[in-house]
């Protein structure tokens, strides 16, 4: 079975300060993760993803994430935040064979504060 | 492309009455897939498809759930009868094979 960690239901930030969303997973072989955003009665959106390659994952909006392999983390990044920023972010795992279907984490809530 | 279409956008029924949710993926997506989304449970998978033909249907929740894709550009997931703890917002995606695209959702309300 696979499984998705986020340990903080929130996530408060002053803006342009850096921030960091944390993520850890478990996957049986090797795994493709993603970001993705919520904004208020909308669905998900794709921020980001890691198959194989390079550890650090650049995407949308300024964001970034770092595949860490020993870790099982893929934390979310930025380098100075918006309070546009301000949404629910959800990681999530995929083996890279078999079952097609992503694995949800319960979500981080980003507050960015003026 | 107009991205993964979902309707309706809301939807208030009595409890006991038949729901119907719609869902229009992208065009050459051959995977989709129904997720429902609460406060308590978070985003649970309800059931996927891959070129039209159910896969893994282990999420919904029990007999009174039934989804179907007639063909690649329609699927629709079907609660008969609902009950007030079938309210939620039930999203449908799609993909090629990796990422996931979503739609808007439908915010299903059951009285």
């Known amino acids: 079975a696979q499984s998705v960690a986020q340990p903080e239901d929130q996530v408060n930030v002053a803006e342009g300060n850096p921030l960091t969303v944390k993520c850890t997973y478990s996957?049986?072989?090797?795994?493709?993760l993603f970001w993705y955003v919520q904004y208020p009665n909308r669905g998900l959106q794709f921020l980001l993803k890691?198959?194989?390659?390079?550890?650090l994952v650049k995407g949308s909006y300024g964001f970034e994430a770092e595949f860490n392999k020993s870790q099982t983390s893929f934390h979310l990044k930025k380098p100075s935040a918006l309070v546009s920023d301000s949404a629910l972010y959800f990681c999530?795992?995929?083996?890279?064979?078999?079952?097609?279907?992503?694995?949800f984490g319960s979500g981080t809530r980003l507050q960015v504060q003026p | 492309d107009a991205g993964v279409i979902q309707s309706p956008r809301h939807e208030v029924t009595e409890m006991g009455q038949e729901v119907t949710l719609r869902c229009k993926p992208i065009?050459?997506?051959?995977?989709l897939f129904w997720y429902r989304q609460t406060m308590m449970r978070g985003l649970e998978l309800l059931i996927y498809?891959?070129?039209?033909?159910?896969?893994?249907d282990s999420g919904m929740p029990e007999d009174r759930f039934s989804a179907k894709m007639p063909n690649a550009s329609f699927s629709t997931l079907k609660i008969q009868p609902s009950e007030p703890r079938d309210s939620a917002v039930y999203f449908c995606?799609?993909?090629?094979?990796?990422?996931?695209?979503f739609g808007s959702g439908t915010r299903l309300t059951v009285v």
């Open positions: 995606a799609s993909s090629p094979g990796g990422g996931y695209t």
């Open positions: 996957v049986s072989g090797n795994p493709y």
């Open positions: 065009s050459g997506h051959d995977y």
């Open positions: 498809f891959n070129n039209n033909v159910p896969i893994d």
């Open positions: 890691y198959i194989t390659g390079d550890n």
């Open positions: 999530a795992v995929q083996k890279d064979t078999g079952r097609r279907a992503l694995t």
